[in-house]
């Protein structure tokens, strides 16, 4: 008798909790519509974290690593998707791992991962970065293999932000790569390429007067030219 009033209380306790759940999923689902009505993005964090919790999804995981990473969260969103590269990873994981990376200044790591975005979905602006990436992490060659595909593939109407100024502006795309192209010029050798890297940076003025990092980079380039020419006028005398 004790055993089966023992068992009709476990079965009653689990039904209970079952609806329980249900009543909190219900919640917590109209809870993240009506915030996301509102904009709320907390809120909307909060959601998702609350739903994962009480039914585990990847897919809510992957966007809840979206959300961190667009509002600038990178650890966030990495302690939210992890950071092992994974096959069957979604699209959008593999997004957030590879921006959060780059942005957490781990360009080696982020490499990877930028590569697996172009493998499925091979694109200028992919491209773009993973040309800045290998240049970090100065591995030239795949940084020309890219800055190649993206003067190819660039069309008129694909454009390039840059942040420098106060007020951001954009450039065309493939002004963006002739930019990244001077800067792998110059960095294949830093004394005698000098005039390369700014003849390329002129030819990309032409296209982007606006293009204030071309005018900062080839001031910088003139002004190391002009030490190395005092320093070899010094050495002679």
């Not at 491209?127 to 008129?156: F, M, P």
């Not at 795309?173 to 005698?192: E, G, I, P």
Request: proline letters at 3%; charged letters at 20%; aromatic letters at 8%.
């Amino acid at each position: 008798m004790k055993r089966l009033l023992v068992l009709i209380l476990l079965v009653a306790s689990f039904q209970l909790s079952a609806q329980n759940n249900s009543d909190l999923l219900k919640h917590y689902d109209a809870y993240y519509k009506q915030m996301k009505k509102q904009g709320d993005v907390q809120g909307i964090i909060n959601a998702l974290t609350h739903l994962n919790v009480l039914e585990p999804s990847q897919a809510r995981l992957d966007t809840l690593g979206y959300i961190y990473m667009s509002e600038g969260s990178y650890s966030q969103a990495l302690n939210t998707v992890g950071i092992d590269k994974i096959a069957n990873d979604s699209d959008i994981a593999v997004q957030v791992k590879a921006v959060s990376l780059k942005s957490l200044g781990q360009p080696k790591l982020a490499i990877g991962f930028f590569d697996e975005m172009f493998k499925r979905n091979p694109n200028a602006l992919i491209a773009y970065e993973l040309a800045e990436l290998n240049l970090q992490t100065q591995n030239l060659a795949e940084a020309d293999k890219h800055i190649a595909y993206g003067l190819a593939n660039s069309k008129d109407d694909m454009t390039k932000g840059f942040y420098e100024t106060q007020t951001p502006y954009q450039v065309p795309l493939k002004s963006a790569f002739m930019y990244m192209n001077a800067l792998v010029t110059y960095n294949k050798d830093k004394k005698a390429n000098i005039d390369a890297a700014v003849d390329i940076l002129d030819s990309a003025l032409k296209s982007a007067p606006n293009f204030n990092m071309i005018q900062l980079t080839k001031n910088e380039l003139l002004r190391q030219k002009q030490v190395l020419q005092a320093e070899a006028a010094q050495s002679k005398q």
